[in-house]
């Protein structure tokens, strides 16, 4: 007989996936859905990264897990200390049910949540809070575990990009919130809805938009023309996940990453001719971290339900890639939050532990518990936390030992939303509200 307390134990610590936690005809529909402003949405108001520059603060951060999907800021002066009560509140503002990320663009914030029966997107002046457009994406998406969205908004070259969770792929004009084109994923191409909702969050490369569609056929892991919404290449795959994809390049082979629901796997980005495929078993076939590049040839993949985590080889000759397992273990075990890359180490939540392991040996430096399956960045030494209840904390980024520099409980039940830093800002979120917070020392 199946213990059903432990049952729904089980099934309760699934839905941890939905934070990642990231169509489709020829020819795109469009339905002229326009975007509503909602000026009562403020509550109040208070006054590969080698390749870039860094400044003291960065402007974008436009896309799930920043500028590279590792969850790195380049900004410096960041707050090492701060009152009791935590960092100043800058703003308050407006959220709803869902897991989706904050991505900011020209000033512009973009998030998703549930509102009454809608799923909407909707874009926030960074200054003020204010709800400057708001998008109906679909009907909302509910569960016995979580209702609304959990993808995260790409934004590129003026327009936005989302999933809802029950698979409506739309593409918006990011200053209007008019509808550019739009894929209903389950009715054209057979998508899968995984049980907690779709959530993964679209992926820019050059003129196509790369989706985890998890569909019929060769309808897996598609490419649209950004622009038009029109199929570039789809080729096959296993189940959905709940993770996003990357792209990487070793060797000088430029490679897309996906990590389904049964195996990750890598492909041409400009064809989508198949690369290699690493299977990974989950229970419930919940993949739900992004893989994690480790450069310059290897990758880091991880899952939780006790299934630990693996690091990679690539090898690439003659224009083609194999792969080859390094280690594989269950000493970073990350159920839905991504884990952080420096320096040959690993941070990220293991299960419901903050966790720092040697990424070679595997060796377990420190750990911290109390803090839930929480989210984490990362940005001028420090890494950036915040619980599953809400509380913010500052942690050295060192190897040596666990040092906690500042802490402060700013939000209230469930937060599955990583932090997103621009511009000497904090934002954070959970499923009432966004705050944003002054973050830096100037």
Not at 194 to 205: E, R
């Amino acid at each position: 007989m199946i213990n059903m307390k432990n049952f729904f134990l089980i099934c309760a610590s699934a839905l941890l996936v939905l934070i990642a936690v990231v169509a489709m005809t020829a020819c795109p529909q469009t339905t002229g859905e326009t975007a509503t402003p909602a000026s009562e949405a403020v509550v109040s108001s208070a006054g590969t990264v080698s390749g870039r520059s860094v400044s003291a603060f960065t402007d974008e951060w436009a896309q799930w897990l920043g500028p590279d999907r590792n969850g790195i800021s380049s900004e410096t002066g960041i707050l090492k200390a701060w009152p009791a009560e935590g960092p100043q509140v800058l703003w308050r503002a407006v959220s709803g049910d869902g897991y989706s990320g904050m991505s900011i663009s020209a000033g512009k914030l973009y998030t998703s949540f549930g509102v009454d029966a809608d799923e909407a997107m909707v874009c926030v002046d960074v200054r003020t809070g204010e709800e400057l457009w708001r998008y109906r994406m679909d009907s909302k998406f509910t569960n016995q575990f979580g209702h609304g969205p959990r993808s995260t908004p790409t934004v590129d070259d003026g327009l936005v990009y989302n999933v809802s969770a029950s698979g409506q792929l739309v593409a918006v004009d990011a200053g209007k919130g008019t509808e550019v084109w739009k894929h209903n994923l389950t009715k054209e191409y057979g998508a899968k809805i995984p049980t907690w909702g779709i959530s993964t969050s679209p992926l820019v490369y050059g003129e196509m938009l790369l989706v985890d569609v998890g569909g019929s056929g060769n309808h897996g892991f598609m490419a649209f023309n950004k622009k038009s919404g029109k199929i570039a290449w789809e080729t096959r795959t296993g189940l959905p996940g709940y993770s996003a994809p990357i792209t990487v390049e070793v060797a000088g082979v430029k490679q897309a990453l996906n990590f389904t629901g049964n195996s990750l796997i890598s492909v041409n980005p400009e064809t989508g001719k198949q690369y290699w495929s690493y299977p990974w078993q989950t229970s419930y076939d919940v993949n739900a971290a992004t893989p994690v590049f480790i450069a310059p040839d290897k990758v880091f993949l991880s899952s939780g339900y006790d299934t630990g985590g693996a690091v990679l080889q690539m090898s690439a000759a003659n224009g083609s890639v194999s792969v080859k397992e390094i280690w594989k273990s269950r000493a970073m075990r990350n159920h839905f939050s991504t884990s952080i890359y420096l320096d040959g180490h690993l941070y990220g939540f293991d299960e419901g532990t903050l966790r720092c392991i040697d990424a070679t040996s595997q060796e377990k430096k420190w750990a911290k518990r109390g803090l839930g399956k929480g989210s984490l960045i990362y940005a001028d030494g420090h890494l950036i936390v915040l619980s599953e209840r809400g509380k913010l904390v500052l942690v050295e980024a060192k190897p040596g030992e666990y040092v906690e520099k500042a802490s402060a409980q700013l939000l209230k039940g469930r937060c599955w939303t990583v932090p997103t830093l621009v511009g000497g800002r904090l934002y954070i979120r959970n499923q009432k509200e966004m705050l944003c917070l002054q973050f830096s020392q100037a």
